[in-house]
């Protein structure tokens, strides 16, 4: 397709959600691995927007390989941001949004294309941007503030108020069973970075279930987790550098905690990024860990539980090794989970997590005593 017919799909897809308003420019935006993402300046705004200010908004083409149920989605978006999060200052005198759905004028949260595809608008959060790593230990304390403020402000939401959008997500036993099926069915070309892959899996199966058999047991509970909060998805004020927002709230469904916690720190405490080439260069950095640990827990605290802190550093151990399964089974399979931009870069990828693991595994008994330290309250300045 020419990049004139690609720009006028793209128009097409905004106006439903613009109907009065003028689109001036659209243009690609992010780094997702999922979805289709745009950046959408109008001429004048939606009428949910914010009258003065406001000039933007984001427009995405939902990938419905990975998102079977797009209204689901929608849905659990809404009642995430409807529920009095959207603007609501969770600490007096700070600033703190979540992007919102924006509707057609029918109501609509989706708007079908005539080949089939979805699309979705939403908020811009002005004012602010991501990084795709942490730049100091000030910003890995507001990143975690800000996944504190988040699960905080979600936990008196019952879990099943929310749909199960991606059944099995960040289940790792699930993510095993569908690798052994791949390695089945697929032959890949022998190398020494996909045996690497491959033995690395096969010494780490046994434990892979730790957060799965805690959670069967009754030690670990359903909440509602955002699912997907790497270091840039939170949005920074771009004058003062707090966090103001955590986007990208698709995966927003019940889970673990742990998930999330596991989450954000093998993605933020990894200072060479998820992209890296320069695999010798991969570690997880433990000062930021704990910057990250100080400011979720100043907001976290009251609602963890005993069991919780017990599974914190398995959490962060098994989420980086389970991406890094992910990448390497969809390397097997020919990319066709995570966008790649070519053949190897799933298997990249996946050595990276490999790597973070290795590193999160040899400093096992460092991180395991910071989490002791800050189980014990200390005041956190915000
Ligand atoms: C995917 O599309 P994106 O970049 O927001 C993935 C996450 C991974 C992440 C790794 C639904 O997120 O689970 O951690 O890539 N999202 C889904 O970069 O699978
Ligand atoms: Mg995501």
Redesign the pocket.
């Known amino acids: 397709m020419t990049e004139a017919k690609i720009l006028e799909h793209l128009f097409a897809a905004a106006a439903p959600f613009i109907p009065q308003g003028r689109v001036i420019d659209i243009r690609e935006y992010g780094?997702?691995?999922?979805?289709d993402t745009f950046l959408v300046t109008v001429g004048r705004a939606h009428p949910a927007l914010d009258s003065i200010g406001d000039q933007h908004f984001i427009l995405q083409r939902l990938n419905t390989r990975?998102?079977r149920r797009p209204e689901a989605v929608m849905g659990n978006m809404r009642t995430v941001t409807e529920q009095g999060l959207a603007r609501n200052p969770p600490d007096p005198g700070r600033r703190w949004e979540l992007p919102r759905v924006l509707l057609t004028p029918e109501g609509r949260d989706l708007w079908v294309d005539p080949d089939g595809f979805f699309w979705r608008a939403l908020s811009f959060i002005e004012g602010a941007r991501t990084f795709d790593t942490i730049r100091d230990l000030d910003h890995a304390r507001e990143v975690g503030w800000a996944l504190g403020i988040f699960h905080r402000l979600l936990s008196d939401l019952p879990p099943d108020r929310l749909a199960d959008t991606?059944p099995g997500?960040h289940e790792t036993p699930g993510y095993l069973r569908r690798y052994d099926e791949v390695q089945a069915k697929h032959s890949y070309n022998r190398s020494p970075e996909a045996d690497y892959g491959i033995s690395f899996i096969r010494a780490r199966r046994a434990w892979a279930s730790v957060l799965e058999d805690a959670k069967a047991q009754g030690k670990l509970h359903l909440r509602p987790i955002h699912?997907?909060p790497?270091i840039n998805?939170f949005m920074m004020d771009t004058l003062t550098g707090q966090a103001v927002s955590l986007i990208?709230l698709?995966?927003v469904k019940p889970g673990l905690v742990h998930y999330d916690m596991g989450?954000c720190l093998r993605s933020g405490a990894n200072l060479q990024g998820?992209e890296t080439v320069d695999l010798e260069a991969v570690r997880f950095d433990s000062d930021i860990c704990r910057a990250i640990l100080q400011g979720y827990l100043s907001q976290a605290r009251e609602f963890l539980t005993e069991n919780d802190y017990e599974y914190l550093y398995d959490a962060i151990r098994v989420i980086a090794f389970e991406?890094g399964l992910r990448f390497f089974t969809d390397y097997l399979e020919g990319n066709v989970?995570?966008k790649a931009r070519h053949e190897e870069h799933n298997l990249a990828r996946a050595l990276v997590q490999f790597k973070l693991t290795e590193s999160i595994e040899s400093q096992e008994t460092g991180i395991r005593a910071i989490i002791r330290g800050l189980r014990r309250p200390v005041s956190f300045q915000q």
């Open positions: 780094s997702g691995n999922v979805h990975v998102f991606l997500f699912g997907d790497k998805n990208d698709d995966t989450d998820e991406l989970y995570f």
